[in-house]
């Protein structure tokens, strides 16, 4: 997953709110959104090769998404998977703040990574490139995490924010299509806003889009969570091809 956008206790209605694109290779084996054959209890998608997931939620509202952080040349490929990161917080049941502190201990053994974990009453934030000395518990607020560290203001993050932070929930409980809509944003960032992380300008300009289309690297899927005071959960994905086309969508009440 390359961004992601969580509102955290910022509507009386909507105490968690998850907006998210995952890219990745074409050619990555992947299984789209779906109850777990190991454990029904867990939906999420799942990736084929690294066996773990980039994003999935529990039936009782435990949550936990996952990016990598963007450092060419340095990838480690002897590196545990990343994925389980999420797996294994979503098929267990230790405390979030227990868990988060666990990763943030054993974070170096790892490549690159962001991981957001927890449900409707907390959630935490760790990153393994990150300088803090331990995990974040989130206040109240809106937050955007991309392929650098958690709320960086790449222009892609920050054309998200904006048009997320501007959508009233109120209407998630009419349809999600307008998130979907605010998630497919193609527009590339300016040459002159671009970050600098390593790669050739054309990459860069590629990467710059919330959606990414491409034929060998893009945007997969796009996920929708929302969970409701009333203990409603929208859990909702549409896949896509490398033509940035819709293949699949898969919605649950759970």
């Not at 331990?134 to 054309?159: C, F, M």
């Not at 203990?231 to 009440?253: K, M």
């Amino acid at each position: 997953m390359c961004i992601a956008y969580i509102a955290v206790a910022t509507h009386p209605n909507w105490p968690l709110f998850i907006a998210a694109n995952r890219d990745e290779f074409h050619n990555r084996p992947t299984l789209a959104a779906a109850p777990w054959k190991t454990n029904s209890n867990i939906i999420g998608g799942i990736d084929c090769l690294g066996k773990g997931t980039w994003l999935g939620i529990t039936r009782q509202g435990r949550f936990a998404l996952l990016t990598n952080f963007r450092e060419p040349g340095k990838n480690n490929p002897t590196a545990p998977s990343r994925g389980e990161l999420v797996s294994r917080y979503l098929d267990g049941n230790q405390a979030t703040a227990d868990y988060m502190a666990e990763v943030h201990q054993q974070g170096a053994a790892y490549n690159g990574f962001n991981l957001l974990a927890g449900d409707a009453s907390k959630v935490c934030y760790v990153g393994n490139r990150s300088k803090k000395i331990a995990p974040d518990a989130l206040i109240p607020g809106r937050y955007v995490v991309s392929n650098h560290l958690l709320n960086t203001p790449w222009p892609k993050a920050e054309r998200l924010r904006r048009a997320l932070d501007a959508l009233p929930l109120d209407s998630l409980e009419q349809s999600l299509n307008p998130v979907f809509s605010l998630l497919k944003d193609l527009t590339p960032a300016d040459d002159e806003q671009l970050p600098a992380t390593g790669l050739s300008l054309e990459q860069e300009r590629l990467l710059s889009s919330p959606f990414i289309i491409s034929p060998n690297y893009g945007t997969r899927c796009s996920t929708v969570i929302a969970m409701h005071a009333s203990g409603r959960i929208f859990f909702s994905e549409v896949s896509y091809d490398p033509a940035g086309i819709a293949t699949e969508r898969h919605d649950w009440l759970v």
